[in-house]
């Protein structure tokens, strides 16, 4: 409950918000449950107080656990929106019923239809996009092509990957499952295993650390990672290459967010969605994390654009959703840990 008590004239202040801006509700409030860092959304909601009044109460956590969290609260949950970092847990999260579909038609005309929910339970609010990460001293730009060539022979004992566990390389798998079938993907997967300079890394910086460090040649990571990494130690000899691009494009994934079934404030938390798609918001969003704006009319950060521009692959993120469970398993048949 938001409460307001700045003064002894509470009904003054009251009468004179109210007479000068009927757009405002101070009553409103928006409650959001994200999987999303503090520091990654917390600018974005402080210009949404700033511009509506309303403010912003969030709860951050793995997705996992705000999803279980949101099942056990059922209609007593206070929380009126769920932010995750990628698109196969909200895609989680509608099937398990804790989304309501939204009809709006700013989100439909700021977000691309492959970066939102069919059913519209959800929209992608920025795109993070999974790419190839190698050696300047040891591969050539066209020594490279695909996600797929890296299952090739020539990438024997030269490639890291990241642990399969992470959702990120699962939506990757699952993407390449809905392109190629079960067949040709485990056929990838097990090349991509044959071809491993060591076992399966923690994380995507390790991944990129190892390949700089020599003891592989090239890695797939999110390319905000390779962004933190440069930032910190402009030195190092790694390059971004943007795969599969005379075929479908480079795999991308979103964070976004959806409305809950049992929201308390539907109306308030709709017009942060709606906020968070707009220009204003789309950069903040993007350039915190040096990701991609959702909203194709607004430009990523100076440093992102500097990567050069790429084509995406535009079939729709919910596949990373339907299919995750297939590419989990075909990943853990793969010999892929
Ligand atoms: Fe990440």
Redesign the pocket.
Known sequence: MLTISFSRYPVTIFFCVTLFSSNISYAEQVVVYSSRIEKLIKPMFDAFTKNTGIQVKFVTDKAGVLIARLKAEGKNTHADMLIT?DAGNLWLAAREGLLEPIESETLEANIPAYLRDPQKQWFGLSV?ARTIVYNTHKVKPADLSTYEDLANLKWMGRLCLRTSKKV?NQSLVAMMIAEHGETRSEQVVRGWVANLATDPLSN?TKAMEFVAAGKCDVTIV?S??YGRLIKKNPSLPLAIFWPNQAGSGVHVNISGAGITKNARNKHAAIMLLEFLSSKKAQNLFADV?MEYPANPKIKPDSAVIAWGSFKQNQMNVVAAGELQTEAVKLMDRAGYR
């Open positions: 970092t993070r990120y995507d999110n905000y990672y994390n």
